[in-house]
């Protein structure tokens, strides 16, 4: 499955996640088990940039 | 159980799974995989010839691998039915083939070896989920030595080695060396009321009186045997319960507090040492056993996962069903028309589960005996003046009861009325408001949200809840007396596929500094799949936000299952910092910002219509 | 729009569930100040036999055609009250519960204000909320007389049996070749001590 940056806007932590857009998956935060996940566009625009 | 393979009326569907389940309360559809048995079910007598005959021998799982059986064999001796079963893994037979021995002694040429999997349509109004339990396997919990030590044995294996119809015909012996114990040892809560990883936290329920049972037969079977029970509570609580217990310790059965940190197994005598902490007598003793037996707990059943999904049911946080009610609808699920009986729903033992299935199968009467049921009025209807056709609503509607639509020519789009289900996505994802979700329409949500936010909007956070799970997590926080934040100001809606975006941009307009959407886990989805179209809103409404200069983090989602009354407690708790943190500028800005981007937007509609006819409301009236 | 509306509020304490926690009183005359309320009452049990009786007696002295219950969960008791204001003549659409029980005085039982302030807004969203309700007509579908039993077992076996003897066709599925489940594998059950199968 392809894996793509996610940030929690309950914490703010940054982690790279599964992603189907076929059958989605669950998004939840492995940090504060929230699930206000958002897909990290930025980061992708930007690999190098660090959290 | 020889009554069910006898009964007219009943429909036995043996070595069969469930495949699809479709439909709702009173018409549910079911695809069930008969699996090829390769033995034909209605002409097999058990004569017992192809067993003789089969040349593989293969562990025999109902003896709990004590002893053998052929590739082909009946399951065990008062098996319902009374047919044979040919294991296509073990038989040599079948692929390729190369023995046949057992069809050529079949008189009534019943095995087939072409046999294929036979797909069973039904159509049922009412559901009862009665999948049963599987037991805990102790082979992790290293301190005991299961599996590394042979005379560990679980109480299921027990079970088989003290049946008469078991792998020793009822002579009780241990494995290492086929003499009958003198000394044996129960160790319960094996896997039961543990805090480990490895172990579940609550009390399996039946395996108290399981070991006092077994102390019973043992005494009744061997006179003499030294039995010992190392428990942490004995708890026989139900009726006649207590009675047993008391016979069991005049019978000698000794009961200790305290259960051993280790086993340790003597390599020449292969018997059983451990180190004990009485705490009722204050004191460590030595013991060593022929025997022990450790009474495992019960646990949801692994394939638990299937049958949630395909009736859209509940798990409690031990892994087990959820009922509608803990106390007032223990054998109802949540879903309509489904009702749960025996270990599906909890741990229990056969007079519960049997009090549980009577309570089952007499709720599903009340149903059947109606023979017709009152459906909500929530469901979704077309304002076809204002369609477009664009067919949005089509393409999100987990049921497919939305048709038709042209945008072309213009031709608005229908709903199948019994087919919807009123989730309320398509009027969610409407871009024209031509979807009226009755009884959850635009207007009465916005009045709610003005309501709200109408004074002291800053202290506040709207929270979007589903009808199904999130808004009951809430209400199993209050019944357990969660204490949270007063600031949470909850609107249900049947789904969170309703909650439009301009329901929460309407919020932050009038000044909410934190919106929350909540809804059903993915598993849980009462529409399917409705709560994926939250997801993508959500995802935009960020997007949004963000370009509009709107701290996203202000819109929260979270999925909180009607079990989940602590999650719930927990998010209002956080929101509270979180509400906390956002300043009277920022919900000023968020409300100017918002009001000029919506004053745009319905300036373009506006001149949009100007070209078109005008179109009809459908008025409110006070009275009905 | 045609008439003017008539909204009748009740709030419950549910003993001392909700009235143990904050101020019932004070949200029923917070209740009475509200636009277009034209009743707001306090009753011990709304729920109860008294209660019901009670909105049924003012929706007809006040001709209501709005009414708000502020009291427990609708997933506890919105059919009760769905009932009894259709027996008083009411759409039982019109009708609206402010969850004051589980959302807030159980949420909140050692902030007597808090949860007094709160118990008035939420019985204010409702009040708003009810203005904009429709009556609506539920649709009868037919239920299918056969039920699908899945799993074999102790309570399959049982659950199939009463429901075959009380006439219904009853399809039982069975993972495994044979029924019985697990109760088969014992070989004596508690507390008769007798045989399972």
Same mark, same amino acid.
């Given at each position: 499955?392809? !894996?793509?940056?996610?940030?929690?806007?309950?914490?703010?932590?940054?982690? @790279?996640?599964?992603?189907? &857009?076929?059958? *989605?998956? !669950?998004?939840?935060?492995?940090?504060?088990?929230?699930?206000?996940?958002? @897909?990290?566009?930025?980061? &992708?625009?930007? *690999?190098?940039?660090?959290? | 159980?020889?009554?069910?393979?006898?009964?007219?009326?009943?429909?036995?569907?043996?070595?069969?799974?469930?495949?699809?389940?479709?439909?709702?309360?009173?018409?549910?559809?079911?695809?069930?995989?008969?699996?090829?048995?390769?033995?034909?079910?209605?002409?097999?007598?058990?004569?017992?010839?192809?067993?003789?005959?089969?040349?593989?021998?293969?562990?025999?799982?109902?003896?709990?691998?004590?002893?053998?059986?052929?590739?082909?064999?009946?399951?065990?001796?008062?098996?319902?039915?009374?047919?044979?079963?040919?294991?296509?893994?073990?038989?040599?037979?079948?692929?390729?083939?190369?023995?046949?021995?057992?069809?050529?002694?079949?008189?009534?040429?019943c095995i087939d070896f072409d046999m294929k999997d036979e797909i069973i349509n039904l159509n049922v109004g009412a559901v009862i989920t009665a999948t049963g339990m599987d037991v805990y396997d102790p082979t992790e919990m290293d301190e005991y030595g299961y599996t590394q030590y042979e005379n560990v044995v679980t109480s299921m294996e027990f079970e088989r080695l003290i049946s008469a119809g078991g792998p020793t015909e009822g002579h009780f012996i241990r494995p290492t060396d086929r003499k009958t114990p003198k000394r044996i040892a129960f160790i319960q809560c094996v896997g039961s009321r543990s805090n480990s990883p490895i172990?579940?936290?609550?009390?399996?329920?039946?395996?108290?009186?399981?070991?006092?049972?077994?102390?019973?037969?043992?005494?009744?079977?061997?006179?003499?045997?030294?039995?010992?029970?190392?428990?942490?509570?004995?708890?026989?609580?139900?009726?006649?319960?207590?009675?047993?217990?008391?016979?069991?310790?005049?019978?000698?059965?000794?009961?200790?507090?305290?259960?051993?940190?280790?086993?340790?197994?003597?390599?020449?005598?292969?018997?059983?040492?451990?180190?004990?902490?009485?705490?009722?007598?204050?004191?460590?003793?030595?013991?060593?056993?022929?025997?022990?037996?450790?009474?495992?707990?019960?646990?949801?059943?692994?394939?638990?996962?299937?049958?949630?999904?395909?009736?859209?049911?509940?798990?409690?946080?031990?892994?087990?069903?959820?009922?509608?009610?803990?106390?007032?609808?223990?054998?109802?699920?949540?879903?309509?028309?489904?009702f749960l009986a025996g270990c599906a729903e909890s741990p229990k033992d056969v007079k519960d589960s049997v009090t549980q299935a009577s309570a089952a199968a007499a709720r599903a009467q009340i149903l059947l005996n109606a023979g017709k049921i009152n459906v909500e009025a929530i469901t979704s209807q077309v304002l076809t003046d204002f369609c477009t056709g664009c067919q949005v609503c089509v393409k999100v509607c987990p049921f497919h009861a939305i048709t038709g639509g042209d945008a072309k020519l213009k031709i608005p789009v229908e709903v199948v009325e019994a087919a919807c289900q009123g989730c309320g996505t398509c009027a969610?994802?409407?871009?024209?408001?031509?979807?009226?979700?009755?009884?959850?329409?635009?207007?009465?949500?916005?009045?709610?949200?003005?309501?709200?936010?109408?004074?002291?909007?800053?202290?506040?956070?709207?929270?979007?809840?589903?009808?199904?799970?999130?808004?009951?997590?809430?209400?199993?926080?209050?019944?357990?007396?969660?204490?949270?934040?007063?600031?949470?100001?909850?609107?249900?809606?049947?789904?969170?596929?309703?909650?439009?975006?301009?329901?929460?941009?309407?919020?932050?307009?009038?000044?909410?500094?934190?919106?929350?959407?909540?809804?059903?886990?993915?598993?849980?989805?009462?529409?399917?799949?409705?709560?994926?179209?939250?997801?993508?809103?959500?995802?935009?409404?960020?997007?949004?936000?963000?370009?509009?200069?709107?701290?996203?983090?202000?819109?929260?989602?979270?999925?909180?299952?009607?079990?989940?009354?602590?999650?719930?407690?927990?998010?209002?708790?956080?929101?509270?910092?979180?509400?906390?943190?956002?300043?009277?500028?920022?919900?000023?800005?968020?409300?100017?910002?918002?009001?000029?981007?919506?004053?745009?937007?319905?300036?373009?509609?506006?001149?949009?219509?100007?070209?078109?006819?005008?179109?009809?409301?459908?008025?409110?009236?006070?009275?009905? | 729009?045609?008439?003017?509306?008539?909204?009748?509020?009740?709030?419950?304490?549910?003993?001392?569930?909700?009235?143990?926690?904050?101020?019932?009183?004070?949200?029923?005359?917070?209740?009475?100040?509200?636009?277009?309320?034209?009743?707001?009452?306090?009753?011990?049990?709304?729920?109860?036999?008294?209660?019901?009786?009670?909105?049924?007696?003012?929706?007809?002295?006040?001709?209501?055609?709005?009414?708000?219950?502020?009291?427990?969960?609708?997933?506890?008791?919105?059919?009760?009250?769905?009932?009894?204001?259709?027996?008083?003549?009411?759409?039982?659409?019109?009708?609206?519960?402010?969850?004051?029980?589980?959302?807030?005085?159980?949420?909140?039982?050692?902030?007597?204000?808090?949860?007094?302030?709160?118990?008035?807004?939420?019985?204010?969203?409702?009040?708003?909320?009810?203005?904009?309700?429709?009556?609506?007509?539920?649709?009868?579908?037919?239920?299918?007389?056969?039920?699908?039993?899945?799993?074999?077992?102790?309570?399959?076996?049982?659950?199939?049996?009463?429901?075959?003897?009380?006439?219904?066709?009853?399809?039982?599925?069975?993972?495994?070749?044979?029924?019985?489940?697990?109760?088969?594998?014992?070989?004596?059950?508690?507390?008769?001590?007798?045989?399972?199968?």
């Open positions: 499955m392809e !894996e793509v940056d996610y940030l929690c806007m309950r914490c703010g932590n940054e982690y @790279r996640g599964p992603f189907d &857009k076929l059958v *989605p998956v !669950e998004r939840s935060c492995p940090k504060c088990n929230s699930n206000s996940i958002r @897909r990290n566009k930025k980061k &992708k625009k930007n *690999p190098t940039a660090s959290a | 159980m020889m009554d069910v393979g006898r009964h007219s009326k009943i429909n036995l569907l043996t070595y069969s799974e469930i495949e699809n389940i479709g439909g709702y309360i009173g018409n549910f559809q079911v695809t069930v995989r008969k699996k090829a048995r390769y033995v034909d079910e209605k002409e097999c007598n058990a004569c017992a010839e192809c067993e003789k005959v089969c040349p593989v021998v293969a562990a025999d799982e109902f003896q709990e691998g004590f002893s053998s059986r052929k590739a082909i064999y009946m399951p065990f001796p008062q098996a319902v039915p009374s047919v044979y079963i040919l294991d296509d893994k073990d038989c040599l037979g079948h692929n390729p083939i190369a023995c046949g021995k057992c069809a050529d002694v079949c008189e009534k040429n172990g579940n936290p609550y009390c399996s329920n039946i395996c108290c009186m399981n070991t006092i049972k077994d102390s019973l037969l043992l005494m009744d079977h061997y006179p003499g045997t030294e039995i010992t029970v190392f428990y942490i509570d004995i708890r026989a609580f139900g009726k006649g319960f207590e009675d047993l217990f008391q016979r069991s310790k005049q019978a000698g059965v000794k009961y200790i507090r305290g259960l051993p940190g280790e086993i340790f197994e003597d390599p020449k005598t292969k018997n059983l040492t451990m180190l004990v902490e009485d705490t009722v007598a204050n004191s460590v003793t030595d013991f060593e056993f022929d025997l022990v037996v450790l009474s495992v707990g019960v646990i949801p059943r692994r394939d638990s996962d299937l049958i949630q999904r395909l009736l859209t049911l509940s798990r409690t946080t031990d892994g087990f069903f959820m009922e509608s009610h803990p106390k007032l609808k223990p054998v109802d699920a949540p879903t309509g028309g489904v969610a994802e409407c871009n024209f408001d031509a979807l009226l979700m009755k009884h959850f329409e635009d207007e009465q949500i916005m009045s709610q949200i003005d309501a709200i936010t109408g004074e002291n909007a800053a202290d506040k956070v709207v929270a979007f809840a589903c009808n199904w799970c999130s808004y009951g997590g809430a209400d199993l926080a209050g019944l357990s007396r969660m204490q949270y934040p007063t600031s949470q100001r909850v609107i249900k809606t049947m789904c969170s596929g309703r909650v439009d975006s301009k329901f929460v941009l309407h919020a932050f307009e009038n000044g909410a500094p934190i919106v929350l959407v909540s809804g059903c886990h993915y598993a849980d989805c009462h529409y399917i799949d409705a709560n994926r179209w939250t997801v993508k809103r959500v995802d935009k409404l960020w997007d949004k936000m963000e370009r509009l200069g709107i701290r996203p983090e202000r819109l929260q989602l979270e999925w909180i299952s009607a079990a989940e009354g602590q999650k719930w407690a927990n998010t209002m708790k956080d929101l509270e910092k979180m509400r906390e943190q956002v300043t009277q500028e920022e919900i000023e800005h968020a409300m100017s910002v918002l009001k000029e981007d919506r004053e745009k937007a319905e300036a373009k509609k506006k001149k949009k219509a100007e070209k078109k006819t005008p179109v009809k409301e459908i008025p409110i009236e006070a009275s009905a | 729009m045609k008439n003017k509306m008539r909204i009748g509020v009740f709030v419950c304490e549910c003993g001392s569930n909700i009235a143990g926690s904050l101020d019932c009183e004070a949200v029923r005359d917070y209740a009475a100040g509200l636009p277009d309320v034209v009743c707001s009452v306090v009753n011990k049990y709304t729920c109860a036999e008294p209660g019901q009786q009670e909105i049924q007696k003012y929706i007809k002295e006040y001709d209501l055609n709005r009414v708000v219950v502020a009291s427990c969960s609708p997933r506890m008791h919105e059919p009760t009250f769905r009932n009894c204001v259709a027996e008083a003549g009411l759409n039982p659409y019109l009708m609206d519960m402010a969850n004051i029980r589980e959302h807030c005085s159980w949420a909140h039982l050692d902030n007597w204000d808090g949860a007094t302030e709160k118990a008035k807004d939420i019985v204010k969203v409702s009040v708003a909320r009810t203005r904009y309700l429709r009556p609506q007509e539920e649709t009868q579908l037919p239920v299918i007389k056969e039920v699908l039993v899945v799993g074999g077992g102790v309570a399959g076996i049982q659950a199939s049996l009463d429901l075959a003897d009380a006439g219904y066709q009853v399809n039982l599925v069975e993972k495994e070749a044979s029924i019985g489940g697990l109760m088969a594998a014992l070989d004596k059950t508690y507390p008769t001590m007798d045989c399972s199968i």
